[in-house]
């Protein structure tokens, strides 16, 4: 009975004391998304198909937004720049050059096409068709 006694106010007092630690927290983590930050969707980050359906690549790319390899297209836009540019897609990866003639060849002409091929930085990951005309008989 002594014992009962004596254990009952030191049940109490642990038990009280283990309840006054906390501070609440008025608003839940995650409730309110923070400046900058994409706060995701309503099906989650793989979409409404989930893993069936295209996901978000999570990796980083140089060159932001481009479909294909950022320096893989700089590099032929600077290697074609002397020729008059036709068509320009970066998401493509489609570069089409208008007919160019050189000063030094007369009677002949010069168009290029550019094919970024992936968005993987490799040797051949360029693909270049070149066409020639050459005057013949005046046509």
Do not use: H
């Given at each position: ?122 040797s051949d990951g360029v693909r ?12």
């Amino acid at each position: 009975m002594r014992f009962i006694q004596l254990a009952t106010p030191l049940l109490l007092a642990l038990l009280l004391t283990g309840c006054g630690g906390a501070k609440p927290n008025p608003t839940p983590p995650g409730a309110i998304a923070e400046p900058g930050t994409n706060p995701g969707g309503i099906f989650g980050d793989e979409g409404i198909l989930g893993t069936l359906g295209v996901t978000k690549n999570k990796q980083a790319e140089p060159g932001g937004a481009l479909g294909v390899n950022a320096y893989l297209w700089r590099g032929a836009l600077d290697t074609l720049s002397f020729m008059p540019l036709a068509s320009a897609d970066p998401f493509g990866g489609v570069i089409i050059t208008d007919w160019y003639t050189p000063p030094t060849a007369s009677g002949e002409r010069f168009k290029a096409t550019a094919y970024i091929l992936g968005r993987e930085l490799r040797s051949d990951g360029v693909r270049i068709s070149l066409f020639r005309q050459v005057l013949q008989g005046g046509q």
